[in-house]
């Protein structure tokens, strides 16, 4: 059975940090196209970062130079450090490859 597990989100003050986790079961996080996407409150999900296989990076305009996707292909985990967070960095975090989405993890930044 495959599945994806995020954990690390957390309640965090405007410019603060946070490190997101996304464990892979019953597959190989490093064979897959990796994304991490997100949906604030009101709004639909929104794509956020891509890691390749090969390591290629992209990440959509609002985050780029503030979070980073990487990958520990020893522990299978796919990552996403996120810094300098804003209030609109609020939503939920879900990691997501073609076989499905994880649970998701909550991000909450403010005051």
């Known amino acids: 059975q495959v599945h994806l597990v995020e954990s690390g989100g957390g309640l965090v003050q405007p410019g603060g940090s946070l490190r997101l986790s996304c464990v892979g079961s019953g597959m190989l996080l490093s064979n897959y196209d990796m994304n991490w996407y997100r949906q604030a409150p009101g709004k639909s999900r929104e794509w956020v970062a891509l890691?390749?296989?090969?390591?290629?990076?992209k990440y959509v305009d609002s985050v780029k130079g503030r979070f980073s996707i990487y990958r520990d292909n020893a522990e299978n985990t796919l990552y996403l450090q996120m810094d300098n967070l804003t209030p609109e960095d609020t939503a939920i975090y879900y990691c997501y490859n073609r076989n499905g989405w994880g649970q998701g993890t909550q991000v909450t930044v403010s005051s």
């Open positions: 890691m390749t296989p090969s390591g290629n990076t």
